[in-house]
């Protein structure tokens, strides 16, 4: 169910929210200091960049250690090629943005803030530096914004780090946990765009009011009107479906939670409620919030296999599991897409994406071999049986999810 | 009877050590060589490396735990930490005390490869070059067996498969990804850096 938090206010197509119109709307940021932590762990909120991580818990754990003033990363990198939510969100509503960051810094005692933007997100990079412009805090005056390079891992957070800090957008390997010796080596709390979006309306009216709370959901695929929405926590994929606009065909499959979430089956996949938490309880993922429709005319064979050569590409080539793993999963799920494939091959899916999993220095393997487990699970039967369009499309199979 | 046990352990896993520590430092030298195949591509080789290097601590340290509490020899724990302080075959020991020491500290730094960088473990793991011949030197010096028809046949095929592989390394192969892989580190740089 359609539920405008984020982005209520003045229509999107009027472009980013100026500081009159946003103070006068919402009023300043009020002066909380470290008892937001508090209030941010009873609201029951949790990381939007994908992983779901409580953020009141990651707050405590950077106000523990005392060691150094840490540093607060605001993440909108937005790395994941079919996510617009944190882009819109920039663009929309800088200030509300900007506020949770001021109240992160305020609750985290620090006046280090670092924003770090995606390089292809031009629109926000300009709506983001403007609003800076605008504020009266200095924390925001002399805070820098941080262009990360359009890459899918760019917006790890181990990457983010190694990138406010030397540069190079790659992510580490931990230890050290950032929450102890990130950026220059002090505490540094990563936090996503939507997040922080949502710590500036909880501090205003209070964990309570949070309920459920809204996550900004990016649909995209066989929908009539692809895009981002504002839904209440726990909304179905039907109602997303229906409110972006249905489609015409009938539905394959749905991608939950972008290229690192999972396929489920249509059938399936209407009832599941849209909630970070109970996705997680069900062994799946809200992840950044994607939500991709594949019609049954399509291919989840061929179409897992555009993604999984993306991931492949889309590694660091730090570690060898990452780098030639996922080349090879990419290589052996090609090949079954070619006429009179190798029936190893899918024998080999199976037992090589048990080796790669778990063993990066980040997480890229293990997503992408989460997207394939899911892809081999819901098209058991296309991989089985693969019907040889592949090479007879000349061009390359429509982008759906 | 227990200790005619504790003894046949001893020997046995000392051998079972010997063969995998040799696969290990085969596959080792296999992965440097960038050996891939359609049906094995390279990860798998490093996955085996490392699976069968936990395999061989594993019987490496049955064979050390089995020589030292046998009550026949009566070793004691310090011939096992300290090399050359046994007073039995004082110099045959001590090179095994050295060989598993130098197993154990790749081992460790393996473990702690996040805390001490790449740079360092790497510098560490090239003493596996070192470990290997220390132990097949160990157990020719004061293997039981060492002389028997098996073990001995045993040694030479562990030896020329070693020796195979390092003048294979070393004199007639060439990387053939090198170039690929120095023209994709360079533009991952560009890419990384906006």
Known sequence: MIKQRLLAGPDLSQGPERLASHVQRLGPPPSIGPALIDVVEHSGLTGRGGAAFPVGAKWRAIARVQAQEPVVVVNGAEGEPRSLKDQVLMTARPHLVLDGAILAARALKTCRIEVVIGESHHAARGSMSAALAERPEPELRQARIVIAPARYVAGESSAIVHLVGSGIARPTSRPPSMHE?????RPTLVQNIESLAHV??????????????????????????????????????????????????GMRAILLGGYFGAWVGADQAWDLPLDPVVLRGRGLTLGCGVVGFLHDAACGVCETARIMRYLASESSAQCGPCFFGLRALADAIARIGEPGSNTEDLARLHRWSQEVSGRGAC??????????????????????????HWRAEPSQPRRIA | MTDQVLWYTTRGAGAVSLVLLTAVVGLGILSSLRFEATGWPRFLTAGLHRNLALVTLVFLGLHIVTAVVDPYTNLGWAAAVIP???????????????????????????????????????????????????????????????????FFALTCACIALVGFAVVYRLGVSRDPLADPRAAFRAAVDRRLRP
Request: aromatic share 12%.
């Open chain 1, 181 to 185: 010796a990130g950026v220059d080596g």
């Open chain 1, 200 to 249: 500036a309306l909880i501090a205003r009216y209070g964990a309570g009011w949070f309920g459920p709370g809204t996550v900004l959901i990016t649909a995209v695929g066989a929908v009539s009107a692809p895009g981002v929405l504002e839904v209440e926590s726990g909304t179905s994929v039907r109602e997303v479906f229906k409110t972006a606009g249905g489609g015409s065909h």
């Open chain 2, 84 to 150: 050359f302080s046994s007073y039995y075959r004082t110099f045959w020991l001590g090179l095994g005390t050295i060989a598993a020491e130098l197993l154990a500290a790749i081992g460790i730094t393996t473990v702690a490869r996040g805390y001490i960088g790449p740079r360092a473990w790497k510098i560490v793991h090239w003493l596996a070059y070192a470990a290997w011949p220390i132990g097949v030197i160990h157990g020719l010096g004061t293997g039981t067996d060492a002389w028997s028809a098996w």
């Open chain 1, 363 to 388: 997480r890229h393997p293990d997503g992408a071999v989460m997207l394939l487990r899911s892809a081999l699970a819901v098209f058991a039967e296309e991989f089985a049986n693969h019907p040889p």
